[in-house]
């Protein structure tokens, strides 16, 4: 009995499989961009006849019946009783029939452009309505490419949420907030080519029918301690039905008190469908008929009543402070306070000095990992006229002479360290993204060609690829800096220094702490002979 089944079992298999992957609707609308076929299922009578010739046509307004084949265009495939598209286009809109001897079948095929500011087209979206707490599933699944996807993407309202091979890619109790646009996103090769198929899904979350007993949150019970003369808020909250209804319960027998007033109240959905719901219950200027009486919050339903009660007791008063404690307190309060803002003043004006102190003791040293070889690559007017000589000196000779040989640092100068002869733009952008900051001696005449290379491409390294930092140094005042681009405005301002000759040429001078401080941590290696420069405190 069983073997008989068997057959029959695949035969059904292979029946539904066939029917998912027809072309039934004589209306059609595709989406351009995307793979499309048209397919024709046989008849389990036209399974019996004899084999025919099988010819597909698409008949337009303008060109009449026109026969399909390979030769047609090249995004059109046809495998007998399929026709795809790969893509389809907006071209592609008209009638076509599919001709197997006598038996003819015709679909009229309209093609929409693709939305494109969503990740969906509107109107190719199937709704679907999920009660809450019920299971949602997002099927995304493709009976006729199945065999050909190789990676499928889910998104919520445009937003990736999941990707793999295992369907459904989603399944979870329905939430309110589960509610939006789901799209599956079947990734395809085709001839070399990768093409996606769009499915979107409009999920709504709706609630159910069942409802709940009211239930007040917190004790049945409350005792609020209250001072008198002050004003005092109960807050009742509880989970009801949309329905359901919330109130206070505060009336006396002589009437209600004048100083209790009931305040309007706030409802929102929970995830789960119910409403969570409070109202609040203000006594202004509390008073001893307040005291010891039961104000009562009730929640009420159909399915029944819940009732929290809350009675204001006169708060015990409190020890009060000794004078000398009191005094004492505040003593050390502002004590502490002035001592505070000394060592944050301090610390502001003497930042530089404290940093460089701490890298002396610490003995750290940055340049160890990175894999750089220099410590600054120094960019400067290469143009050396008579009035730029200064400039080329300090270049050339004052920085390297304090920075190399009294600090320890290793600095790029162009002319002393390249060989000539390469290429001179590549070697610069070699040089800098070898180097860990970029020192730029800035002067009215610097903007010029090499120079300018050398700048640009110092600011993407620092503000694009930010594996550099820019040190500028006005060598002579600047006043008009529109000729530099704008975004050295994007830079801190304190990795600005200012050059003021005499009062700078002290190793101990501001201006050298400044520019120790904004190169790179490392220990001091002075150069046989030196002593070593220990900085000391001086306001900036």
Same mark, same amino acid.
């Given at each position: ?15 539904? &499989? ?70 389809? %286009? ?87 907030? /589960? ?224 920075? %190399?040989? &009294? ?7 162009? %002319? ?57 140094? %006005? ?54 002979? /030196? ?10």
């Amino acid at each position: 009995m069983r073997q008989r089944e068997l057959p029959l079992t695949i035969l059904v298999l292979v029946l539904v &499989h066939t029917a998912e992957t027809c072309t039934s609707r004589p209306h059609i609308t595709a989406v351009e961009g995307e793979p499309f076929y048209l397919k024709f299922c046989l008849s389990s009578s036209e399974q019996k006849s004899k084999p025919s010739t099988i010819r597909w046509y698409k008949s337009g307004e303008s060109h009449g019946r026109v026969g399909l084949n390979p030769s047609s265009s090249p995004r059109i495939s046809v495998h007998d009783f399929s026709l795809e598209f790969w893509p389809i %286009e907006l071209d592609d809109r008209g009638t076509y029939i599919f001709q197997m001897g006598n038996d003819t079948r015709q679909w009229t095929l309209n093609v929409i452009r693709r939305n494109k500011n969503s990740c969906f087209t509107e109107k190719q979206v199937t709704s679907k309505s999920i009660e809450v707490q019920k299971v949602l599933t997002i099927p995304c699944t493709n009976s006729y490419y199945q065999r050909l996807i190789n990676r499928t993407t889910l998104y919520k309202d445009c937003e990736k949420i999941a990707e793999g091979d295992t369907n459904p890619l989603l399944q979870k109790n329905a939430e309110f907030k /589960d509610q939006g646009y789901y799209s599956c996103v079947f990734s395809i090769h085709h001839n070399g080519k990768e093409f996606n198929i769009i499915k979107t899904f409009n999920i709504t979350i709706v609630g159910d029918n069942n409802n709940i007993i009211p239930a007040l949150l917190g004790p049945k019970l409350n005792h609020v301690e209250v001072e008198l003369g002050k004003d005092v808020q109960l807050n009742c909250s509880a989970l009801l039905n949309e329905k359901d209804q919330l109130y206070w319960n505060f009336w006396r027998e002589n009437g209600s008190d004048p100083n209790v007033h009931e305040e309007e109240g706030m409802r929102t959905r929970t995830s789960e469908g119910k409403w969570y719901a409070s109202k609040i219950l203000r006594i202004e200027n509390v008073n001893e008929n307040n005291l010891n009486f039961s104000y009562n919050c009730t929640a009420v339903s159909e399915g029944g009543i819940d009732t929290n009660s809350y009675i204001l007791l006169k708060k015990a008063p409190g020890a009060d402070i000794p004078g000398h404690v009191f005094t004492g307190g505040m003593i050390i309060a502002v004590s502490t306070s002035v001592v505070v803002v000394c060592l944050v003043i301090v610390g502001v004006i003497y930042r530089v000095d404290l940093v460089l102190l701490y890298r002396r003791f610490m003995g750290r040293d940055e340049t160890l990992t990175d894999g750089k070889t220099y410590d600054a690559f120094v960019s400067y007017l290469k143009e050396c006229r008579p009035e730029d000589g200064e400039e080329y000196t300090f270049a050339v000779e004052i920085l390297p002479r304090v920075l %190399e040989k &009294h600090f320890g640092y290793k600095l790029c100068i162009f %002319e002393r360290d390249v060989m000539p002869g390469g290429a001179v733009v590549d070697e610069i952008h070699s040089l800098i993204e070898k180097s860990r900051r970029l020192i730029i001696v800035l002067s009215k005449r610097y903007m010029c060609n090499r120079v300018r290379y050398e700048l640009e491409s110092g600011l993407h390294e620092a503000l694009v690829e930010r594996k550099i930092k820019i040190i500028l140094i %006005e060598f002579t005042p600047v006043s008009d800096l529109t000729f530099l681009p704008q975004s050295l405005t994007l830079l801190k301002s304190h990795r600005f220094l200012k050059w003021k000759a005499d009062k700078s040429l002290s190793y101990n001078s501001r201006f050298w702490k400044n520019l120790l401080y904004l190169m790179p941590a490392k220990t001091v290696k002075p150069a046989a002979g /030196d002593s070593e420069i220990t900085p000391v405190l001086s306001a900036p």
